[in-house]
């Protein structure tokens, strides 16, 4: 396999079986050195397995794999000091105080970053002091990843870093994984959320029953579908939209998708103007990465039926 310098991680062909059930379908992924990396795909797809084959805890089938340059399959000591890992749940003493607790897990590397440095990148400055029981569940989860930097590692693997947060407490932690790539720390990210992925990563792969079926950049994945989605409330006095516009009506709501909404908004103005009517709740909305992904997600599990 030829690998680049640039290359945090190269996989070509990944395999992986389980008697006769292939769970990894012989795939090819590049993750940048310096990026945040998202992989994404429905329960059962094959990310956990994936994963934990770049993590080395998991003995792969058959394709070549280099993780910073290493293959993860030899378990080298020096392998491991270059990577983190957070998981989902991570189990910390809880009558630890927080800077007790990342020293504790810095202890075991070479060349540990220092804790007031790990504290200020996961924003747990002011809670170095307090005891891992006492903090919110979003503290909790930064402490997680300060543990996770606490080797200062280049490669750090994060599995759904905000499941269960709050709206704020899930905005605190994209702030703080946007500091990682200050440091030029690597992030594999996995995620059930979307808008975390379109949010955070510099480039997304859709994986689905073992197969990659999509990768590129959010906005390259989202231009895939070249549709914008116009809609308003039709007047409770109108009777027709004007000729040649398709649109579905439910309830009053009018949902119009088109490729050329400059004119369909033209016409839409227009015709609303000569009525003297107003286009209420007007919206014009281009595709998220969640509609992408469900479309491209349900077009393969259609196909696989």
């Keep these: 396999m030829t690998t680049s310098a640039s290359d945090a991680i190269a996989v070509t062909g990944l395999r992986k079986t389980y008697g006769t059930y292939e769970a990894v379908r012989g795939i090819d992924l590049r993750v940048a050195r310096g990026e945040v990396f998202a992989l994404l795909g429905p329960n059962g797809a094959g990310k956990t397995t994936t994963v934990e ?52 897990f810095g202890g075991y590397y070479v060349h540990p970053r220092p804790v007031d440095e790990v504290l200020a990148v996961v924003g747990l400055e002011d809670q170095k002091q307090t005891r891992v029981r006492r903090l919110s ?40 994984i946007r500091n990682l790539r200050t440091l030029g720390k690597t992030v594999f990210l996995t995620t059930h959320y979307l808008d975390e992925a379109e949010q955070l990563a510099d480039h997304v792969a859709i994986i689905t ?78 595709p998220s990465l969640e509609d992408v992904y469900l479309s491209l997600v349900g077009a393969a599990e259609e196909h696989a039926s």
Excluded at 65 to 79: K, N, Q, T
Excluded at 260 to 269: C, I, Q, S
């Design 53 to 104: 084959i770049l993590e080395g805890h998991r003995e792969r089938t058959g394709g070549d794999v280099s993780v910073l340059g290493h293959d993860p399959a030899r378990h080298e000591r020096v392998y491991q000091e270059r990577i983190g890992i957070v998981l989902q749940t991570t189990g910390v003493d809880p009558y630890l105080s927080v800077g007790e607790a990342v020293a504790l």
């Design 209 to 286: 029953a073992g197969r990659i079926i999509a990768e590129g950049t959010p906005q390259s994945l989202m231009n895939v579908r070249d549709v914008t989605t116009i809609q308003f409330w039709l007047p409770a006095d109108s009777v027709a939209l004007p000729p040649g516009i398709a649109a579905r009506i439910a309830d009053g709501l009018v949902t119009i998708e088109s490729g050329e909404p400059t004119r369909m908004l033209f016409e839409l103005t227009r015709w609303s103007t000569e009525r003297g009517a107003v286009l209420a709740g007007l919206t014009v909305m281009r």
């Design 137 to 176: 569940g979003g503290q909790q989860r930064r402490l997680d990843v300060a543990i996770g930097l606490a080797g200062d590692p280049e490669l750090l693997f994060l599995d759904e870093p905000t499941t269960g947060f709050d709206p704020s407490a899930r905005r605190q932690a994209w702030e703080m």
